[in-house]
């Protein structure tokens, strides 16, 4: 997995920042571990407009447009998806 | 509920097919006009009810049925527009209340929102998607209306328009869209003030005016259009609230009007902006969900494939979770057992 420098200068991977990011923002994911592949929507910790806020922290931080066409729950529906499109849009700009 | 196919959900399966919403008309507003009365004067102990009328069809209809359970005379229809209403809803207003013959008190909101900021607040998120927008433009949010056809998650794009008709679309961010949709639903709160005022003055009850779409996917503003005493048509799918209204002869002029949100200064539809499906299609659909059909049945019986049913399905279970919320009465910290919350 890609490792990256978070904006505390540490190396982790781009899901762990995701990670931290959902788990900092989300309330429901406040209270528990959200699993890679636990489903965002469907389990209630992210709705539409949280995924916009997703978004938004990955334009900051990974330095590349997320197109609308990409804006699917293939790409943005489980932490491992996110980073899996994370990854491919960095390699691919 | 008379006249109406009851079911309990998700039971078993049962016949579906396109002809499912329709019912006894006339049954069922037998049995809305009792239940009217005995809200309004036994649960309620009102003397009469007060109805917010947009020119549109679930006002209408709405206005139509109390006039027929409690008379015209005890009926106060307001029309409460404000600066970026369109006039011909008004005049739709105009026309309904004299169909019916119930008094219509015109109260303008335009520069009560003014004062509240409505439009300036709305101006300035929009400013800082598009710098160029200037108030002369028009605008309006919108989902995209491909919702069938792909795993799309759901986002609002920001669609404004120039004084000399150019059109430019970008996805919304999330602060702007909060602050847009924060500062417009000082309309909806606004006049669900004078509804309560004039409530208030004769000792009426408000009705709302959602229908079953509306109210099952939280398509209201808490404290605005959300708020009422009653809510005569929530029960009732939109293609129903159409076949009550072509029932009781109302206007035709009503009848023909796309449903509109008339609530952004750019021409917008209830599909663009929300429920990103023709509302004859979404019916259907909830009603198969909401009876447990399978999606391999809706689809063959609506022309679709099973995935795009299924893709809806979790739009509507999805709408609700998110909307939620919405639909809470106030929580409370520890129980108040000598107050019923009903």
Known sequence: MKEVTDMQGTQTTIREQINDFIGNTFPVARKKQVGLDEKLMENGIIDSLGFLEIITFIEQNYGFKVKDEDVTAENFNTIGNIGSYIERSIEGA | ?342
């Open chain 2, 1 to 342: 509920m008379s006249g109406l196919i009851v079911d309990t959900e998700k039971t078993h399966a049962i016949a579906f097919n396109r002809g499912i919403l329709e019912y006894d008309v006339e049954a069922e507003l037998e049995h809305m006009t009792e239940s009217i009365r005995t809200i309004v004067y036994e649960k309620l102990r009102r003397r009469g009810a007060v109805i917010a009328i947009s020119g549109g069809i679930d006002s209408s209809v709405t206005a139509a049925v109390l006039t027929r359970a409690l008379g015209a005379d005890r009926i106060i229809a307001l029309s409460l527009p404000e600066h970026e209403s369109s006039p011909a809803n008004m005049d739709y207003g105009r026309l309904i209340a004299e169909h019916l013959g119930v008094e219509l008190i015109v109260e303008p909101i335009g520069k009560v929102l003014e004062s509240l900021g409505c439009y300036r607040r709305r101006e300035e998120a929009v400013r800082r998607v598009f710098s160029e927008f200037t108030p002369e433009y028009r605008f309006k949010i919108v989902l995209p209306q491909n919702l069938m056809e792909t795993g799309r998650i759901n986002f609002y794009n920001l669609v404004i328009q120039s004084p000399d008709g150019n059109i430019q679309t970008r996805r919304l961010p999330s602060r702007e869209l909060l602050e847009i949709i924060a500062a417009t639903n000082f309309k909806q709160r606004t006049r669900k003030q004078f509804e309560y005022y004039y409530a208030d003055r004769y000792g009426y009850a408000v009705a709302g005016t959602p229908n079953r779409l509306e109210y099952d996917q939280g398509f209201f503003v808490k404290g605005g259009d959300g708020l009422a005493d009653f809510k005569p048509i929530a029960h009732l799918y939109k293609t129903q609230v159409y076949a009550m209204a072509r029932y009781l002869d109302l206007p035709e002029e009503i009848l023909n009007q796309k449903p509109s949100t008339d609530t952004y200064s750019m021409a917008q539809s209830q599909q663009e902006f929300y429920f990103s499906l023709p509302y004859h299609e979404l019916d259907l659909i909830m009603w198969a969900l909401n009876h447990g059909i399978p999606t391999g049945h809706a689809a063959r019986e609506m022309g679709y494939t099973e995935e795009q049913v299924e893709r809806v399905y979790n739009d509507i279970k999805q709408k609700r979770r998110t909307t939620e919320y919405l639909q809470k009465k106030p929580l409370l910290v520890s129980p108040v057992p000598e107050i019923s919350n009903d």
